[in-house]
């Protein structure tokens, strides 16, 4: 039997969430650095190029999008796109994302724990 508390102390609950923020790691900060249109669309167009699966925003990387302004790394709101308050801290080579934890059982969060 697999001891998942091990597991789960060791690496994560939400490794895999934390997998699928480092593919839109670059593509966010390239987008939020642009003078380019700065929106989530923006971000998952630039990573998946032309999109030729007919890939489709609304899924599991507006969960991303959710996590990651729940933990104020982005603002989002009516008309606009920006980097938040924690946009450095989360860009920090100084610092890992043991300071967040996230999940997507029930719609995606992400919660600041340090």
């Known amino acids: 039997m697999i001891d998942y508390t091990l597991f789960s102390e060791k690496v994560g609950y939400d490794w895999a969430n934390k997998k699928m923020i480092v593919r839109v790691y670059e593509h966010l900060k390239n987008v939020m650095d642009s003078d380019g249109k700065k929106s989530w669309t923006e971000v998952i167009r630039q ?60 719609g995606g969060y992400g919660k600041i724990i340090k």
Do not use: A, Q
């Not at 609304?58 to 989002?76: A, H, P, Q």
């Open 47 to 106: 990573m998946l190029g032309n999109n030729p699966n007919g890939f489709v925003v609304n899924g599991y990387y507006s969960t991303i999008r959710t996590i990651l302004k729940d933990i104020k790394v982005i603002e989002i709101g009516h008309g606009y796109f920006r980097k938040g308050v924690n946009w450095d801290r989360f860009y920090s080579e100084d610092e890992d994302w043991s300071w967040f934890v996230t999940d997507t059982n029930r």
